[in-house]
């Protein structure tokens, strides 16, 4: 059946939750964590879905793009701060910049994906889509934007102009982006992660991780808290007589008399 026939609809099967801002630099760029995942399904005019095993998909693609928290305005530009002039200290002719402020993305990475035909950590084949190259140059709340888009219909075989169409839309939840010193840490990998990477998608696999929530009132935290544990650990190498926490090390005000004692006995029998 034509691409044009089918209808598609788009489902986040795993939001993304928190990141850490990399600033205006490309040096060192936080992915958004958990990768962002989107899983597409394909049906019949009648609402009969289409098995993913007879969709061609090697020429779906989806684009991710950033919106602000409530879904109103588009955040995927900002203006580079290094461009802005300064305030004048002196002669305004000595140091105004002739070239203005250029924007710059604030989403940086692999804004679009390609689909894969993969199976989930509860063994069931879907054609996903999977964004584990995103970064955020600004902290604050976002919400990403994703757009699906059949590029089979784009090919002409008159050459002629064919203009693209978006087949369909879905939002993220909302996440956050933190500056470098209120970042948590990264999550412990999910279990569909862990599924898409068995299968040979590259992605980065954390066994444990730590969380420190930043604000208990913040409702973005709570939220999210039940996607979080917290984990902590004590060497085992520990001797018992190195350890300063064994009560058995701390110094005892009596074995101090005990020791001055003795030595008033001594100095007694010298005198002697």
């Known amino acids: 059946m034509p691409a044009s026939n089918y209808r598609y609809r788009l489902e986040v099967s795993q939001e993304p939750i928190r990141a850490r801002m990399c600033g205006f630099g490309d040096k060192d760029r936080r992915p958004i964590d958990p990768p962002p995942v989107v899983r597409l399904f394909v049906s019949f005019p009648d609402g009969t879905p289409e098995s993913e095993s007879s969709i061609d998909h090697t020429m779906m693609t989806v684009h991710a793009a950033l919106w602000s928290e409530d879904r109103r305005e588009e955040r995927s530009l900002a203006i580079n701060p290094s461009t802005i002039p300064g305030q004048a200290t002196g002669p305004t002719s000595s140091i105004m910049s002739l070239n203005p402020p250029f924007c710059i993305k604030t989403l940086v990475g692999s ?63 909302p996440f956050r982006v ?95």
């Open 178 to 272: 933190y500056s470098a010193k209120k970042f948590p840490g990264m999550t412990e990998s999910t279990a569909l992660s862990k599924a898409f990477a068995s299968q040979g998608i590259k992605l980065t696999i954390r066994k444990d991780f730590r969380y420190q929530r930043i604000n208990n009132d913040d409702p973005l935290d709570q939220m999210n808290e039940h996607n979080t544990i917290t984990t902590t650990s004590t060497p085992s190498n520990i001797n018992k007589s190195d350890d300063p926490d064994n009560p058995d090390n701390l110094d005892n005000p009596d074995d101090d008399d005990e020791e001055l004692d003795d030595l008033s006995h001594e100095e007694i029998k010298r005198e002697r």
């Open 111 to 173: 804004c679009a994906s390609s689909a894969y035909l993969l199976r989930d950590h509860t063994d069931q084949r879907g054609i996903y889509f999977i964004f584990q190259d995103l970064s955020v140059r600004i902290e604050g709340s976002y919400t990403l934007k994703f757009s699906f888009t059949d590029l089979r219909g784009l090919i002409s075989p008159t050459y002629e102009k064919v203009r693209g169409c978006v087949a369909a839309e879905v939002y993220s939840a």
